[in-house]
C-alpha cells in the first residue's frame, strides 16, 4: 500500500468524525467518542486530525457552531441567550467573548449592524440601494467535480469537507482550483430538509470520479455577479437584495439555470468579517421590456 493510500485511510476515518460533528452540534461532544468513531487512539487521533486539516478538533467545532449562531443571529429573532445555550455555552458572557473573538463584534451588535443589514431594503430613493458592485459577466461553460448535498444550506459545509478530503486522499489539493457551490432550490420556497446544493471544485485538469462523487456541468453564458464580504450567515440578506431590488430595476431577466456561489478564500484560515463569496445569477440573453 503507497503513502496516498494510507493518507486516504486516515481521511476516511476523519471524515466520519466530521459526519458526525455535523449531525449533532446541539449535543455535547465527547473526545474519546470521536476517536471511537475515528478508530484511532484517543492519545493520538488529535494530532492526527490536526495535522490533515491544519486546525484542532475544538477550533472546527467552535468555528462550527458559531457559524450555525451567526446564521441564527442575522436570520432570526431567537434570544441570544437561547443561541449561547444551542452553541454550548454555559453562560451569555463566555459565549459573547468567544464570538465577539472571532467575528470582531459582540452577537447584540453583530445582529443589528453585521454585513447583512447592508442588504437591508432602505427608505425609498436611497442612492445606496441603487449602486452596488453588481458585474455583469460572460462565463464559460464548466464542469466541476461534485457531492450532493441535500438540506439546510448552511450545513453544505459537510458536503465541502467530503470533497477536500477526497481531493487531499488523491493528492488534487491545488492552488488554481476553484471552490463552487450550485444551489437548485429557493430556501423560501422549499422546505429547509429538502433543499438541493451540490459542493463542488473545478480542478485544471479532468479527473475519473465514482459516486458519490460525480461531474457536473455549469452552464456558461451571461452572468449577474455580486462579491459579498462577510459570514456566510449574512448571505441571505444579499440573495433578498440581488433578487427583489438589482434584478426587477436591472432590465434583465434570470435564465433557467441554477444560481452558483464561487468561493475566494478558506473558511479554516479567513476570519469570516473577511470571507469572500461571488454569487452568480444566470441571466436570459434577451433584456426585459
Known sequence: MNDLSHRSRYLARLQRVLDYIYDHLDEPLDIDRLARIACLSPYHWHRIYQGLYGETIATTVRRLRLHRAAGLLANGTQPIADIAALSGYSSLQSFTRTFRAVYGTPPARYRKEGSHRR????????????????????????????????????????????????????????????????????????????????????????????????????????????????????????????FGEWLVKSGHEPADAPVFEEYLNDPKHTAPAELLTEIYVPLAQHVAT
Do not use: C
Open 119 to 242: 442588504f437591508r431594503p432602505a427608505i425609498s430613493g436611497d442612492a445606496e440601494m441603487e449602486h452596488r458592485d453588481v458585474e455583469i459577466r460572460d462565463v464559460p461553460a464548466m464542469e466541476v467535480v461534485s457531492i450532493a448535498h441535500v438540506g439546510d444550506y448552511m450545513q453544505i459545509g459537510k458536503a465541502f469537507d467530503a470533497l477536500e478530503a477526497w481531493l487531499a486522499a488523491r493528492n488534487l489539493l491545488s492552488a488554481d482550483m476553484r471552490m463552487i457551490g450550485i444551489y437548485y432550490d429557493d430556501p423560501g420556497v422549499v422546505e429547509k430538509a429538502q433543499l438541493r446544493a451540490k459542493a463542488g471544485v473545478l480542478l485544471p485538469r479532468r479527473v475519473d470520479v465514482a459516486a458519490p462523487f460525480d461531474m457536473t456541468p455549469v452552464r456558461g453564458g451571461r452572468y449577474a455577479v455580486l462579491r459579498h464580504k462577510g459570514p456566510y450567515a449574512d448571505m441571505h440578506a444579499a440573495y433578498e437584495w440581488l
